[in-house]
């Protein structure tokens, strides 16, 4: 019974209604009164909740007494469903005007020195980042690609896909040297198949507290999944410059790949 709860609710009936229609069918007909004395709720409140079943149409005033109340077959919920496939079209046709409309509210934004800080949590707001990094012509990364292969798979395509659509992205990776790390980049770069995409490893022993750390265009991100998949992004200009110049240091002092 707890499922058939569960499924009514989704269908848009309150708990209170879902236990009202089981009671009718499995009473039959009854009087407000006895429904909510059977239900075991409130006679006031149970009439809002009648109300609204009878606009749903799952239940029926009884032919030739108007004070009682009858459910309506099951197969007649297939009803709310249909009503549901509308609603969720009319939410898909108005989607991009609402988008629109949400977007004009949004104020100008003005440099500030203090920059401005978001955090993403889950799978998907971390995707956002790397969607978002992947659009820029320079991309600075530290990493351990171990790590991110085996918390985000799906990341290996995302990157493939990217660089094949952004022919102006330069992406410079300095990796963490563990066990198998060599291995998994050179299958990178022989998979993607330009000349714009460049590793260097970080010496042996030598570990990152972060998964990994995204360096583009007045931005830096960083990026977790030991704990839990999350990111932030710091949109700052003196610490995206300040950031970069390090990395560039530390590309130039690290040795080429062999």
């Not at 039959?28 to 239900?39: H, K, M, Q």
């Not at 749903?56 to 004070?67: C, D, L, R």
């Not at 004009?104 to 990094?133: C, D, F, L, Q, W």
Request: proline letters at 3%; a positive charge; hydrophobic letters at 40%.
């Amino acid at each position: 019974m707890k499922n058939v709860l569960t499924y009514l609710k989704q269908l848009g009936l309150s708990q209170t209604e879902a236990k009202l229609y089981i009671t009718l069918l499995k009473s039959g007909p009854l009087t407000v009164a006895s429904l909510a004395e059977a239900a075991r709720i409130n006679r006031t409140a149970a009439y809002s909740h009648i109300n609204s079943l009878l606009e749903k149409g799952i239940i029926a005033k009884t032919k030739g007494s108007a004070n009682r109340i009858s459910a309506v077959s099951p197969d007649s919920l297939h009803y709310l469903i249909e009503q549901k496939e509308i609603q969720i079209d009319l939410l898909k046709e108005k989607f991009p005007s609402i988008i629109m409309a949400l977007n004009s509210t949004i104020s100008p934004t003005t440099p500030i020195s203090h920059g401005e800080m978001k955090y993403y949590k889950g799978r998907n707001g971390v995707k956002k980042i790397y969607e978002e990094a992947l659009k820029s012509e320079e991309l600075r990364t530290y990493f351990n690609n171990k790590v991110i292969k085996k918390a985000l798979p799906e990341n290996e395509k995302l990157f493939l896909s990217a660089l094949k659509r952004n022919t102006k992205i330069k992406l410079k990776e300095i990796v963490q040297n563990t066990l198998g790390s060599k291995e998994l980049a050179m299958d990178f770069l022989r998979k993607q198949g330009t000349n714009r995409c460049f590793y260097k490893f970080l010496p042996e022993g030598v570990s990152l507290s972060t998964t990994n750390i995204l360096i583009y265009e007045g931005t830096v991100a960083i990026i977790d999944v030991r704990n839990q998949i999350s990111g932030v992004i710091l949109k700052n200009q003196n610490y995206f410059e300040s950031s970069k110049e390090i990395f560039d240091l530390l590309w130039r002092l690290l040795p080429d790949r062999k």
